[in-house]
């Protein structure tokens, strides 16, 4: 759980749900950058295991081409732990053989088993997930003309966007289910050169999760990609755009990169002005995440009133209860606590810990959050008055 002093309020709900609700619908690892290349066969005894795999295969092929196929998208995913729900995302985005299994898990528990028998899948009904060698990703490919291979790495991008869910609390989970395969599935995108939107939203997506949960590295190559993809396909000046320098720069503000942050966000927040007008509630969100970067850099005059303007941006527009305003008044009460002025900000923060527990649950990460700071300045006040 990520114990943010303070809460971004790109770490909520619009900006990152914008993407969502404009979507349709919505060994061998080593040795080169794309997983399955034909060089990275390389000894007799490999070719050997390729030749009885390659046999495997056709035999599944003649048995049952659902589970051919099923093979195929499986060979540009993670190898391990590949979740079911990943084949029962949407119909629409499997090929004929495949669609069928969407509605129907007898259908593709027996695709499974049928690879299985030629011990290309191990299978594990109790995480309804399944395994295969990452040597079956290397004869799946091998056996693939360059067309086909792009055909059904795009089918496994399409997939995976499809199960990928909201980057929220209660889907955190579902997403460490599903990122390892994204992290897979993005060298083929850039290996293919695929730009289209459901592979910026899952970019995306799955790099917001890692932001989530701390691991800075892994989530800033994959929001970068998303960012140049989505500003290809939309252009520079697009919500789209500015939903992701939002989220990247709350990345690099959280790793010290201030300077290149704070033009991001400017940059997200002028987009959003020219898309949407002042008082929009997107734009609200922009001024808090540069109000809290300001803040960080000691710039607490402009910060406290980008603050004090979102928070009245977003009472208009949610009512006082609303999770969005308890950011708000969490942000502007840790820096009412920097500029010593404790009484407002633990009377802020008293209304944070309320509006989160009643709208998020008490278990919430926010909640815990608003929890922290409003003890650290109840504490506070309290030495200061005895």
């Not at 609700?21 to 070719?47: F, K, N, V, W």
């Not at 048995?63 to 093979?71: G, I, K, T, V």
């Not at 959280?254 to 997200?268: F, G, I, Q």
């Not at 608003?370 to 504490?379: D, L, P, S, T």
Request: proline content about 4%; overall charge negative; some cysteine.
């Amino acid at each position: 759980m990520i114990r943010r002093k303070k809460v971004s309020a790109a770490l909520m709900t619009d900006p990152v749900s914008y993407i969502d609700s404009t979507m349709p619908g919505a060994g061998c690892r080593d040795q080169g950058y794309y997983l399955c290349e034909p060089h990275s066969i390389a000894t007799d005894e490999q070719r050997s295991v390729v030749a009885r795999l390659a046999l495997s295969l056709a035999k599944v092929g003649e048995r049952s081409p659902m589970a051919a196929d099923l093979l195929r998208v499986c060979a540009f995913l993670d190898a391990d732990a590949i979740p079911e729900e990943i084949f029962q995302a949407g119909a629409e985005e499997l090929e004929e053989t495949l669609a069928v299994v969407t509605n129907d898990r007898l259908k593709l528990t027996s695709a499974i088993d049928e690879a299985s028998r030629y011990s290309l899948l191990l299978r594990h009904p109790q995480s309804r997930t399944f395994s295969l060698s990452r040597l079956a990703q290397v004869t799946l490919q091998y056996e693939m003309e360059e067309s086909e291979r792009r055909r059904w790495a795009e089918v496994a991008v399409r997939l995976l966007n499809r199960a990928f869910p909201l980057v929220e609390y209660d889907n955190w989970l579902h997403c460490a289910r599903l990122v390892p395969h994204v992290q897979e599935i993005a060298k083929a995108i850039d290996e293919f050169d695929f730009v289209f939107p459901e592979a910026a939203r899952l970019l995306h997506q799955a790099g917001y999760y890692l932001l989530e949960r701390a691991q800075y590295e892994k989530a800033e190559l994959l929001m970068r990609q998303a960012l140049q993809m989505d500003e290809t396909i939309f252009g520079p000046d697009h919500p789209r755009v500015a939903t992701v320098l939002n989220n990247l720069a709350t990345l690099l503000k959280d790793t010290n990169r201030m300077a290149e942050a704070e033009l991001m966000l400017r940059r997200a927040l002028q987009i959003d002005e020219n898309q949407f007008g002042s008082d929009d509630q997107i734009v609200a969100v922009d001024l808090n995440n540069l109000a809290t970067l300001l803040q960080a850099t000691s710039r607490l005059t402009e910060a406290e009133l980008l603050m004090r303007r979102a928070l009245q941006m977003d009472e208009i527009n949610f009512g006082p209860d609303h999770p969005r305003v308890a950011i708000n008044l969490n942000n502007l009460a840790t820096l009412l606590k920097d500029t010593y002025r404790l009484a407002e900000a633990e009377s802020l923060l008293r209304r944070v810990v309320d509006i989160f527990e009643k709208s998020l649950g008490p278990d919430h990460p926010y909640t815990h959050i608003g929890a922290e700071n409003y003890n650290a300045v109840r504490h506070e006040f309290t030495e200061l008055r005895y």
